[in-house]
T-cell receptor, first 117, second 112 residues
Framework: GAGVSQSPRYKVAKRGQDVALRCDPI?????LFWYQQALGQGPEFLTY????????KSGLPSDRFFAERPEGSVSTLKIQRTQQEDSAVYLC???????????????FGNGTRLTVT | QQPVQSPQAVILREGEDAVINCSSS?????VHWYRQKHGEAPVFLMI?????EQKGHEKISASFNEKKQQSSLYLTASQLSYSGTYFC?????????????FGKGTKLSVKP
């Protein structure tokens, strides 16, 4: 596709359920990022992949959060035993850049809005 | 480490100018600017890498003062389409190459 695709667009989960959020990056983009965006706030970094390698997961809020990108393309963010505080928009972004990627623009998907009831 | 953006919100009439600032307490390696409309993905505007660098994008331009660790986004002759929330994202020397830290955003409303 032309842009970053995320699914589902909306997800409602009952507290304690597990969820899986999918991101399909722009073809050929080396780097993939997950961000969490609360209402009225800026995106907060969760984790970063370069190809299939997860190089930084310092932003994952707890061990309930897990991300993978097994073939260096599609990525899945999994949240186990969801809590109400997990409610947010989860944004995925990809970029061409590899090491020292500060000069590569991020291309964001439209996000998945997760609501935990 | 989160950069501080100012102002938090601004209302303009079409054709007016605005400046949005992004300041950091740590030495900056790069500054990204994005615009996000309600319910949509953030859209890339520009990246600044070097101190003193300026860039332009249509009637939107930005500067990066490395010594002051700040960047400013300039919107001239604003159009209705400029409405949205503007975020700066900052990269730091010694920081993770993948970790851009975003400010809380500046909400810009352009009225006819």
């Amino acid at each position: 596709g032309a842009g970053v695709s995320q699914s589902p667009r909306y997800k409602v989960a009952k507290r304690g359920q597990d969820v899986a959020l999918r991101c399909d990056p722009i073809s050929g983009h080396v780097s993939l990022f997950w961000y969490q965006q609360a209402l009225g706030q800026g995106p907060e970094f969760l984790t970063y992949f370069q190809n299939e390698a997860q190089l930084d997961k310092s932003g994952l809020p707890s061990d309930r959060f897990f991300a993978e990108r097994p073939e260096g393309s599609v990525s899945t963010l999994k949240i186990q035993r969801t809590q109400q505080e997990d409610s947010a928009v989860y944004l995925c972004a990809s970029s061409l850049g590899g090491p020292g990627q500060g000069n590569s623009p991020l291309h964001f998907g439209n996000g998945t809005r997760l609501t935990v009831t | 480490q989160q950069p501080v953006q100012s102002p938090q919100a601004v209302i303009l009439r079409e054709g007016e100018d605005a400046v949005i600032n992004c300041s950091s307490s740590k030495a900056l390696y790069s500054v990204h600017w994005y615009r996000q409309k309600h319910g949509e993905a953030p859209v890339f505007l520009m990246i600044l890498l070097k101190g003193g660098e300026q860039k332009g994008h249509e009637k939107i331009s930005a500067s990066f003062n490395e010594k002051k660790q700040q960047s400013s986004l300039y919107l001239t002759a604003s159009q209705l389409s400029y409405s949205g929330t503007y975020f700066c994202g900052t990269g730091y020397y010694g920081g993770s190459q993948g970790n851009l830290i975003f400010g809380k955003g500046t909400k810009l409303s352009v009225k006819p």
